[in-house]
């Protein structure tokens, strides 16, 4: 697919009136310190790249986005959303009992690890599991719910809060203290990202 | 109670002085008042309601407290053009939800701060329809609110001054009414589209009364469209509780204690509350009052009255009804979205620019008592990507390929009514937060009726969107907002406050924020609440002047 919005760099504004101070500070943060391993094993990280690397796949990017790593993070600091369904074990319980069975799934069907199969194997089991038809070993958490709920939401969310995704989108990004001035149909300012026609 | 977390923040309402809103660093003179002196009021929450009602307090010349378990922020240096960044607005203390509906709370519907949910809302500025303050008597279901709009509209009124709301000339429902302190807004595309759907459909449509001013107030400035305002507004342009009514309060000589987490309301041999137990830089500390108000929105309000249990009031305060927690409500936000040929580039301006309450004002061709409200909407991409890949399910190129249509987009998101039903409540749950108090467990289940609404509202919604243009339309479930679970009533049977947020088995025991509400309504509450707020205040002052507190 040719590029959407050709030339478009959310970051090319770092030093024009989108952006203010504070933003700079989070996002220098975001960009330069990604997170070391602390939370899973070297195991779970591997296949956390695996299924990232099937689920948000980054393969025409030089310089892919970190996602494993904040993943991570997010469970060793004991963040999350504020908030669990009654009945369902704590966040990291999850994690890791899901990556476990999604692993015990691969095993079940081609005795291999999920990082062992190739694409269309991978597929197949995560479409399987989109439609929540899996074997024993999910305690907790169903397979629909932590393959979608769990486990892509926070890789799109992740995704989706890196500067390159936003150019990739077309997305303004940071606006403060300017913000838009031609709101209309159709309309764009010229510090917007520029469409392909 | 133990000992408490550690926080991430540090106390800056100490000292004599607080943060002044509007300048980097500045500060506001704060008048203190010692904890062993009795307060007239203390107050729990500085949200839409408590942060008005302290406003209103002081400068009726009350003494007053108003804790928040939240930060101080100064918007124009604390906050950045960020979603993940900005994720520090929300209450994501540990809680349970479950039922047949579990409802999705943190980011999707409190705040934990000084202004309250305020900081984080859309600034969609409604009024309830007249009848629905008499929905039983006048349209047949739910309950008939202890007041009604004759009583609430000089309130309307006076909160849509207050906060300067930016509206149209002529709002085409609800009663002849003065119009909008500052002039409406400029549509953005999405709301371009939704008046093109609504034309297309033969329904009325306006532009959305908002809570973000449209040209320059005192300190701050227009809104510049940036499209942030759920993750704060960084501009000040968004006229929040922590930028209107708190800078009031502290004016008038009210206290704000930040990051004050209230644990437990003490009640004396009289069986009258004697004031709050609060943890504040790393202890628990007790703050005498004449009068404590509760305000930390429907779930931690009743969480707070629940754990207040003592041997005189094993079931909790004001509890002798054992409603306290029920007939919680939340709003149905089944949106509908699609994909248009033209640029819409739906992240600027605020989200919800343009609204249509035809079926909150239409009762005829509906399978469905009460109604809803519907605006267009202005996700940013890390929303975004949640609702697409949760909803669809999509992933790999798939989703990339619906993601990058992002500057296409367009939606519509109803407000659904829906009923107050006794078994949707807020208890406690055994487990303890790191205050070492019990943490809310909330059960929720829609009603017939509450489906019936979202299933119109997603059919039309999505008619409406087909008819602006709009292709490949499909929808989302969603809530939003959170009311009742401590409803006012006549009966002391059958509610937990009288009409003046007043409980009627603690007479110096008060609750002013969302957990008031008997019904839902169509639209989003933060108007209500601020006007009921500014009325309990009204007649606090009276019922003082009459020796009747
Ligand atoms: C994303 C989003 C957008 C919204 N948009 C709109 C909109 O456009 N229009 C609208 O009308 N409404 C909107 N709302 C809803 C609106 O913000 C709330 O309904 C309203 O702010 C609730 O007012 P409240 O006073 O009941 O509680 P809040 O405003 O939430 O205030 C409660 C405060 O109490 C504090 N607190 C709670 N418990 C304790 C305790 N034990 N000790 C100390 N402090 C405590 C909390 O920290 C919080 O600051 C939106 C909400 C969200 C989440
Ligand atoms: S769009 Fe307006 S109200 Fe919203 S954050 Fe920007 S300046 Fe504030």
Redesign the interface.
């Known amino acids: 697919m040719p590029e959407r919005y050709p030339g478009y760099d959310v970051l090319g504004k770092w030093n024009s009136p989108s952006f203010d101070a504070v933003t700079r500070e989070v996002l220098a943060r975001r960009l330069g310190a990604v997170p070391k391993r602390r939370f899973f094993t070297r195991g779970e990280w591997e296949l956390l790249e695996a299924l990232g690397a099937h689920l948000i796949p980054q393969s025409k990017r030089a310089d892919p986005i970190p996602i494993t790593p904040w993943i991570d993070a997010m469970l060793a600091d004991g963040g999350g959303e504020g908030f669990h369904r009654v009945g369902e074990p704590r966040d990291a319980e999850v994690w890791r009992t899901g990556l476990a069975a999604i692993d015990g799934e691969a095993r079940r069907r081609h005795q291999a690890r999920f990082i062992d199969l190739g694409p269309p194997m991978r597929e197949a089991l995560l479409r399987d599991l989109r439609a929540g038809a899996a074997g024993d070993g999910w305690s907790g958490v169903g397979p629909r719910r932590f393959l979608i709920d769990f486990l892509l939401k926070a890789m799109a969310a992740i995704y989706y809060s890196h500067p390159a995704a936003w150019s990739e989108i077309g997305f303004g990004g940071p606006a403060s203290p300017r913000g838009y001035v031609r709101l209309q149909l159709g309309r764009r300012d010229p510090w917007e990202a520029g469409e392909a026609k | 109670m133990s000992a408490g977390p550690a926080s991430a923040h540090t106390t800056r309402a100490v000292a004599g002085r607080a943060p002044d809103v509007f300048e980097r660093g500045g500060w506001t003179p704060m008048r203190q008042n010692a904890d062993r002196e009795a307060v007239d009021f203390a107050i729990v929450g500085t949200g839409a309601g408590g942060a008005t009602l302290a406003a209103k307090l002081a400068e009726a010349g009350f003494t007053v407290v108003a804790f928040d378990a939240g930060p101080y922020w100064r918007p124009l240096?604390?906050?950045?053009?960020?979603?993940?960044?900005q994720g520090k607005l929300?209450?994501?203390?540990?809680?349970?939800?479950?039922?047949d509906d579990?409802v999705?709370?943190?980011?999707n519907n409190s705040g934990r701060g000084v202004g309250g949910s305020t900081v984080h809302f859309s600034m969609v500025s409604l009024r309830f329809r007249p009848e629905w303050f008499k929905a039983r008597s006048r349209l047949g279901y739910g309950t008939d609110w202890p007041l009604g709009y004759d009583q609430i509209a000089p309130y309307y009124d006076e909160v849509e001054r207050a906060l300067c709301v930016s509206g149209p000339i002529r709002y085409p429902w609800g009663p002849r009414r003065r119009r909008y302190p500052y002039r409406e807004h400029?549509?953005?595309?999405p709301g371009?589209?939704l008046a093109r759907g609504a034309r297309a459909m033969g329904i009325k449509w306006s532009s959305t009364p908002l809570a973000t001013v449209s040209a320059p107030r005192g300190k701050s400035p227009p809104?510049?469209?940036?499209?942030?305002c759920i993750h704060g507004c960084?501009?000040n342009a968004k006229q929040s509780a922590l930028i209107v009514w708190i800078p009031r309060a502290l004016k008038a000589g009210a206290e704000v204690r930040d990051l004050a987490m209230v644990g437990r309301i003490e009640v004396d041999a009289a069986g009258l509350a004697a004031g709050v137990h609060y943890h504040r830089d790393g202890e628990w500390r007790f703050q005498r009052a004449r009068n404590v108000v509760v305000a930390g929105y429907a779930i931690e309000t009743p969480r707070l009255l629940l754990n207040s249990a003592c041997p005189a009031f094993p079931q909790g305060l004001a509890n002798r009804s054992g409603l306290v927690g029920t007939h919680l409500m939340v709003h149905g936000g089944n949106a509908a979205w699609g994909t248009f040929e033209?640029?819409?580039?739906w992240?600027?301006?605020p989200p919800n620019m343009a609204v249509s309450e035809h079926w909150n004002y239409e009762d005829r061709g509906k399978d469905f008592h009460g109604g809803y409200a519907f605006m267009c909407q202005g996700p940013?991409?890390?929303e975004?990507?949640?609702t697409?890949?949760?909803t669809r399910?999509l992933?790999?190129?798939g989703?990339?390929?619906e993601?990058?249509k992002?500057?296409h987009m367009a939606g519509l998101g109803p407000v659904c009514e829906s009923d107050a039903q006794a078994r949707n409540r807020v208890e406690l749950a055994d487990e303890v937060d790191s205050y070492g108090l019990r943490i809310p467990?909330v059960?929720y289940a829609f009603s017939d009726n509450d489906r019936r609404i979202q299933r119109h509202a997603v059919a039309y919604l999505s008619e409406t969107l087909r008819a602006a243009g709009g292709r490949d339309i499909w929808s989302s479930d969603d809530t939003s907002h959170l009311m009742g679970s401590c409803r006012m009533g006549d009966d002391p049977a059958t509610s937990v406050v009288d009409a003046d947020g007043r409980s009627w088995d603690i007479r110096n025991l008060w609750i002013c924020d969302g957990s008031l509400f008997c019904t839902s309504g169509g639209v989003n509450p933060s108007l209500t609440i601020q006007a009921l707020a500014c009325r309990v205040g009204d007649r606090i002052a009276a019922m003082a002047r009459r020796g009747e507190l």
Not at chain 2, 77 to 83: L, N, V
Not at chain 2, 223 to 228: D, L, S, T
């Open positions: 240096e604390d906050f950045a053009s960020d979603e993940t960044e929300f209450w994501t203390d540990e809680r349970l939800t479950g039922g579990p999705e709370l943190g980011a400029p549509l953005n595309a371009e589209l809104c510049v469209y940036r499209g942030f960084s501009t033209e640029e819409v580039r992240n600027k301006g940013l991409p890390r975004w990507a949640r697409v890949a949760g399910g992933w790999g190129e989703l990339h390929a993601m990058e992002y500057n467990r059960t």
